[in-house]
């Protein structure tokens, strides 16, 4: 097959003016952020608001709202809408303008003092990942602002909205103190006066996970509660949206909001709240969010798949019926009995049987989102759930079972609210997927546990209910169930041949070099903006076989966009240099006083949503739109792989990087990457990045921390959702974590990369690690990576180098499984964007 490289040209354009593309794309983000916005309270239906009334806005985040958090996950965008800009772009008329611009003043003297002491602390001429490690560990506390005034006679409003504001990111973990967690003393005097001094009081959440919400229970004027997370460039007038009622709101929860966060079952021991940041012990097991909550029955604020509206709806005509022996449709009929036109989420859970495994008490299995219905009108849903859905890994027999007995389908539009409507009988334990263990455990593990008997008192209860109100149960038959038995191949045996064949004709040289990247290439530092040929990008592959026709692909970081530098300069057909320092925080550490030569190139990227907010839209379609837009993006850019979406588990609200994961439970995880990963990859050549693979649940010490967990937790929580988002839409590739899982490092970790993700789920692509990975101790080495069946060490350093060509020597490192690597890499890289159609 004859395949002609392109040729290169320099990203992005000198024009300064907005292109219609990105007009185009930020209605996209829009509608995302919109629909992801989760209404929680609206007392006395205090919203939508009156078009065109008068309005308080207080807040850190009323004229600085945070679009998304820090770090890789940043987006170098051309402006972002404060919810005050998007309240006056929608005609509302702010009466605190004067606090909000006086809020600036402090927020910006803020912003330099944050800067000073990071430049002091970082030291002059600071490498890049010293640098970055100051940055990281520092987070920029948000002011409070000024005191709150009694409003003036005139100001002709009894409304006012209070935004409260966090920030966080990668490198550092939250805390559950005042001015993370919870309110600051500012804050909750500024909350307090609000509230005397208005009489109807809006609070809006612009944090990337949850806070404490106890003040709710303190002012009875507080009327209405919306998490809005991180919202992207578009967040405020995506707000302005929802509380005109232009978008009902039709978010739900994608986590659970508990009253007390030592209510969370692994608060004492999270991270560095027990003062032991190198081993995490996952002693919760299979309970995390909304499992435990509702296994254990302990209270909760805001349950998960949670979220009102400004209508209603109702939900009838459930039906269950038989597809095969290995999967039933569940339909049901939604009306919109309200006044107004919205959209609803149908979500359906199963509860399990009881046996010889302990059970959640319901398990996520599907959910549909409907089209925006009109007062009185109705539509039908049908969703199907397999039986690997209903499936719970049973370490003993290494083997994904279906035990004996009732399982019980509930439908709703939350947890809370979803009834029972029918269920499924099996008359036999089967055996759907034999494996083999993994992961072993190399210390004690107590999980938290249920008794065994209340799992099976549950379905006993449930499927006596199903009786008494004649609802459908269905028949299945353990004989008709097909056993998969996987067949596990070595790392050295899996690669496409035309790719070995072309593998075969590089040097030794060329195929460390391939492996490991051109240590020479970064510019400013090699931690997050290692790329040459983009500005800004994440990195690139080496260009050591071009001439045999090999092209190097990009790579782009940003789950909530593509990080690109917002500008660069050309000069004499060279691309100027650009620090690190530039691509952070819209180049807030970059001295700008030098003019640079040449000419300038603009690389305005759009900057979508957060993941959580993604996540809370429920809306698989909507992200498949979304995903496209950031392929359109990429093309646009000459970038081939985007490195995203993140998708761990949110396993406490203080991880750092909770803003860009999904939510607390797989499924939703799972179907939401891959729908991203559906439309990125409707564009030629362009792919995703799931990450980080896996339990990089917690940011302080994230290279070093030992993830302790079972296999069957690991399995049924943690890997499930990357499983689900392989299986249904095959990524170009999967980056590793930092951590250790079970002390072994998750890039080095054979059973991670070649047992589980190629030979379990049958993954077709690359898989890298993240960056800087191996360049922290002997523990973890870019020749392990080879031998785990890690194909992509970055951005590659010297000593990736030296320790390939040395264990290729002693023999520890097999040119066989070194060539499977880069075998790999080149089936990723002929099918990217860098070749002609």
Request: proline share 3%.
């Amino acid at each position: 097959m004859t395949r002609i490289v392109k040729e290169r040209s320099f990203s992005g354009t000198t024009n300064p003016e907005v292109q219609p593309w990105e007009t185009e794309h930020r209605k996209v983000a829009r509608r995302a952020a919109a629909e992801g916005i989760v209404l929680l309270k609206n007392e006395d239906h205090i919203l939508p608001l009156k078009q065109g009334s008068s309005v308080a806005i207080y807040g850190a985040g009323a004229g600085k709202t945070i679009k998304g958090g820090t770090g890789s996950g940043d987006v170098n965008e051309r402006e972002n809408i404060s919810i005050c800009q998007g309240m006056k772009n929608a005609g509302f008329q702010v009466t605190t303008e004067s606090w909000i611009e006086s809020y600036e003043k402090i927020y910006d003297k803020a912003r330099q003092d944050w800067k000073n002491d990071i430049l002091s602390r970082a030291g002059e001429g600071a490498d890049t990942m010293d640098f970055f490690a100051v940055y990281s560990t520092t987070p920029f506390i948000m002011p409070a602002g000024d005191p709150i005034r009694k409003p003036e006679e005139g100001e002709n409003t009894d409304t006012a909205i209070y935004v409260l504001s966090r920030v966080a990111g990668e490198g550092s973990d939250r805390n559950a103190d005042k001015g993370d967690y919870y309110l600051k003393d500012e804050e909750y005097q500024m909350l307090s006066d609000i509230c005397a001094y208005y009489r109807d009081i809006i609070v809006i959440i612009n944090a990337g996970a949850q806070v404490d919400l106890s003040f709710m229970d303190e002012f009875s004027n507080i009327k209405a509660l919306l998490s809005i997370v991180q919202p992207g460039m578009e967040g405020g007038n995506a707000v302005a949206d929802i509380l005109s009622g232009k978008v009902n709101p039709s978010g739900k929860l994608a986590d659970t909001w508990a009253y007390k966060y030592e209510d969370y079952p692994n608060s004492e021991k999270f991270s560095h709240n027990n003062g032991n940041v190198e081993t995490e012990i996952y002693d919760e097991g299979i309970y995390v969010g909304y499992r435990y909550f509702d296994t254990f029955e302990v209270p909760i604020r805001y349950g998960f798949g949670y979220g009102l509206s400004y209508t209603e709806f109702e939900i009838s005509d459930y039906c269950l019926k038989t597809v095969s022996a290995e999967k039933i449709s569940i339909s049901a009929t939604v009306k919109n009995t309200g006044n107004v036109s919205g959209k609803e989420v149908v979500q359906v859970y199963a509860s399990l049987p009881g046996g010889t495994l302990e059970k959640e008490a319901h398990r996520l299995c599907a959910y549909a989102k409907t089209r925006e219905l009109k007062p009185g009108e109705k539509e039908k849903v049908t969703m199907e759930i397999s039986a690997d859905q209903l499936t719970s890994y049973d370490e003993k027999k290494a083997a994904w079972i279906l035990e004996e007995g009732f399982y019980g389908i509930w439908m709703g539009n939350s947890l809370a609210s979803a009834k029972l409507c029918g269920g499924m009988k099996l008359d036999a334990t089967a055996t759907k997927r034999q494996v083999r263990n993994l992961f072993p455990l190399k210390q004690e593990l107590e999980e938290i546990a249920q008794e065994i008997s209340s799992t099976a008192k549950r379905a006993e209860a449930e499927e006596k209910l199903a009786g008494e109100q004649e609802l459908t149960v269905l028949e299945l038959h353990a004989a008709d169930i097909t056993t998969e038995i996987i067949e596990y191949k070595k790392n050295a045996d899996l690669y496409e041949k035309e790719a070995m064949d072309f593998v075969n004709t590089l040097s030794e040289e060329e195929l460390i070099d391939l492996a490991a990247g051109d240590p020479g290439k970064a510019q400013g530092g090699n931690l997050g903006a290692a790329g040459i040929s983009v500005p800004g990008s994440a990195g690139e592959t080496h260009r050591c076989a071009i001439e045999k026709g090999l092209a190097s692909i990009v790579l782009a970081d940003g789950p909530a966009g593509l990080r690109l530098m917002k500008y660069y300069h050309v000069n004499n057909g060279s691309i100027v240099s650009m620090p690190f320092e530039f691509s952070l925080e819209g180049g807030l550490f970059y001295d700008d006083s030098k003019e640079l030569p040449g000419e300038r190139y603009y690389q305005y990227c759009t900057a979508i949503p957060v993941g959580t907010l993604l996540a809370q839209t429920w809306n698989q379609e909507l992200i498949r739109e979304v995903g496209v837009m950031i392929g359109t993006e990429m093309e646009r850019f000459g970038v081939t792989l985007w490195l995203a979406p993140g998708m761990n588990i949110h396993r406490n609200p203080l991880c750092g990087r909770n803003f860009e994961y999904y939510s607390e439970d797989p499924y939703i995880s799972g179907t939401i990457a891959a729908a991203m990963t559906e439309g990125v990859q409707f564009n030629y050549g362009c792919g995703t990045t799931i990450k980080h693979f896996a339990c990089n649940n917690q940011e302080d010490n994230r290279m070093g921390s030992d993830s302790v967990v079972s296999e069957r937790a690991l399995r049924e929580v943690y890997l499930k959702g990357f499983e689900i988002a392989v299986k249904e839409s095959q990524p170009m590739s999967i980056m590793t974590s930092y951590n250790l899982i079970n002390g072994i490092h998750a890039a080095n970790n054979y059973d991670l990369c070649t047992e589980t993700a190629r030979n379990e789920w049958g993954f077709k692509g690359m898989i890298m690690t993240d960056w800087t990975t191996t360049e922290h101790g002997d523990n973890c080495t870019a020749s392990g990576c080879m031998r785990a069946g890690n194909d992509l060490v970055m951005p590659g350093c010297f000593g990736d180098h030296e320790n390939l060509h040395r264990e290729l020597a002693e023999g520890t490192l097999t040119i066989r499984d070194l060539k499977a690597c880069i075998a790999r890499l080149v089936s990723v890289i002929w099918k990217s964007n860098q070749y002609l159609k």
